[in-house]
C-alpha cells in the first residue's frame, strides 16, 4: 500500500510542475521572479514572426536614436514579397515617403494614420497608437522610416505596433521623423 501512494504523489508532482510551467509559457507568469526573456521568435523566409501581446497603457517617449539601435532596414522589395505572398505578422522596417495624412481612427486606441507611397508600387498604411506613443509631427510629402508590425490587407497592407511595448514582453516600434524617435 505504501508503494501505491508514493507513485501517487510522483504523478502529482509531475502533474503540478506540468502545470507550472505551461502558466508560465502559456500565461507570462513570472514564477521565479526574474525578469522576463525577449518573446520567442519563428524564423521565416523574410524575417521573424513574433506573437501580438495586448496593449495597455504606459509613458510614451519621444527619443533621438541611440547609435546602432536600429534594426537593419528591410528593403521594399521584402516588403513587396509580404504583400505578393499575402504574409502577416512581420516584424518591418522601411523608409517611405508620406502620400496622405489621413484623420484619426478614434474606435478603440486612438490611432494616427499614415499612408505611403512605396517605391515598389502601392501604398502601405502606418496605424500608430497615439494612446501609447507621442503623435508624429508628419506633413504629406516627408520621408519616415517606421518599424512596427505588418498586417496584409487587399490595399498593400498595414503597419502597426509603431510603439513601444508598455509590458516589455515583445519588440516594440517606433516611428523615426527628422531625427526624433516617436515610440
Known sequence: MKKKQQAQLSI?????????????????????G?????????????????????ESTATAKVAKPETG????????????????????????????????????DNDGSRHQRLLLALETGGTVLVSHNIDLAPRVPAEEGDVITVHGQYEWND??????????????????????????RYE
Not at 36 to 50: D, F, L, M, S
Not at 163 to 178: A, F, N, T, V
Open 34 to 54: 526574474e525578469s522576463k526573456p525577449a518573446p520567442e521568435t519563428h524564423p521565416t523566409e523574410i524575417g521573424t514572426v513574433e506573437s501580438p501581446i495586448a
Open 12 to 32: 502529482g508532482g509531475v502533474i503540478l510542475v506540468v502545470v507550472l510551467v505551461a502558466a508560465q509559457q502559456l500565461l507570462g507568469i513570472n514564477l521565479l
Open 69 to 104: 539601435s536600429a534594426p537593419a532596414r528591410i528593403s521594399e522589395d521584402a516588403i513587396r514579397q509580404l504583400i505578393d505572398n499575402e504574409t502577416s505578422g512581420e516584424m518591418v522596417t522601411v523608409e517611405a515617403e508620406i502620400v496622405k495624412v489621413l484623420p484619426d
Open 155 to 180: 490595399r498593400g497592407g498595414v503597419i502597426h505596433w509603431t510603439h513601444h511595448d508598455p509590458k516589455e514582453w515583445r519588440e516594440g516600434g517606433w516611428i523615426e521623423l527628422e531625427g526624433e
